[in-house]
DNA sequence: ATAGGTGCAAAGTCTTTGCGCTTAA
DNA sequence: TTAAGCGCAAAGACTTTGCACCTAT
């Protein structure tokens, strides 16, 4: 699986995630896999979904915390994955996407949330900076 | 405001909220309210930013918790705002939405994860249920 | 007057982490 | 042998909530 030492557990739990469809959360994983294996411990499971992700094995979704935005017109936003700061994109809302993934789906599509990440302007500009 | 009885920090929250670009997060709100209303609380911030958010005055950005999903090719994802699934969305990975992000702001647009949401077939299905 | 809102603090939920034991290499 | 990894439980971070007091209506 990657360049760490073996692991029982952490094998469980990446397969666990490529044979399910249903993204789950830790938990959800926790309990699944102790049912079979009891001892398992739910610390094990949120260590190696981080290790899994950070190799890239795995994709987690979601923001670390809530935030909150008075500009309730559908808009898109930029998320630095350095400093974690959000800015708002200047960007139309591409309503052509839910209907596209109306199309293409069996589901009651409302809308969509469109989040850009990268190096925000501050970031490469510091980076910049220590290396000259 | 709406329909609720007015309250001072109700409008100080908005307020504040109006007037950044910066998508504070709760506590970011209550740091910057607490310099000059140093009684205000933290769970007055989140009761306020929840009552706002669901009378649709503000957004929020995020999802409840860390979902994980063994498919790392970036694709599109469903999220049920009635039963919370998450599902995968069979749409190809539109490129061109990273270069039309990267021309219109000063940040180095890494890549996008794009969000549809609305009510799933499952849910669909259990309210014709209902009614019927 | 009175019901909705607040401040405070406790509780809850989700995630991380320290420590001593286990196990892959 | 030995250090990465585990189980357990405590701690941390973020959010919600119960309760007594306050305040817009």
Redo the contacts with the bound molecule.
């Keep these: 699986m990657s360049g ?7 094998e469980l739990i990446y397969q666990a995630l490529l044979h399910t469809r249903e993204h789950p ?3 959800m994983l926790y309990q699944w896999l102790k049912a079979e ?1 009891p ?13 899994l992700s950070s190799e890239g094995l795995i994709t987690r979704m ?1 923001f ?3 935030r909150y935005d008075a500009d309730t017109r559908p808009h898109s936003h930029f998320r630095c994955d350095c400093c974690g700061a959000v800015y708002d994109m200047d960007l139309p809302y591409f309503q052509a996407l839910d209907e596209q993934a109306a199309g293409a789906s069996p589901h009651q599509v409302e809308g969509h949330e469109l989040i850009f990440h990268g190096r925000c302007a501050r970031c490469a500009a510091e980076d910049l900076g220590k290396t000259s």
Tied chains: 1, 2.
């Excluded at 760490?4 to 952490?10: A, E, G």
């Design positions: 760490k030492r073996y692991s029982r557990q952490r959360t830790a938990e294996h001892n398992l411990s739910l610390g094990t499971v949120y260590r190696n979904l981080n290790l979601a670390p915390v809530e």
